[in-house]
């Protein structure tokens, strides 16, 4: 019994590869894209997270104080 043998190229695309480049710069700005959205979704969690906290606690009921939502106790 023979066995074949596939050969895969690997490396710099050949001729006639031009929509696999424009797949790979769709999917190269789509991976920047989505780094830089999920770094900015970071640092808005970040600094948002306690504001939202107090915003969230003074709006409710009863009324709290403040002092009275900073305080530990």
Do not use: D, R
Request: hydrophobic share 40%.
């Amino acid at each position: 019994m023979a066995s074949k043998v596939a050969l895969k190229a690997k490396g710099k695309p050949g001729k006639g590869s031009k929509g696999s480049e424009k797949q790979s710069k769709a999917a190269q700005c789509l991976k920047e894209w989505s780094t830089w959205s999920m770094k900015k979704a970071k640092v808005i969690t970040h600094y948002g997270f306690i504001p939202l906290v107090i915003i969230i606690g003074m709006n409710s009921e009863p009324k709290p104080q403040l002092f009275q939502l900073l305080s530990p106790v």
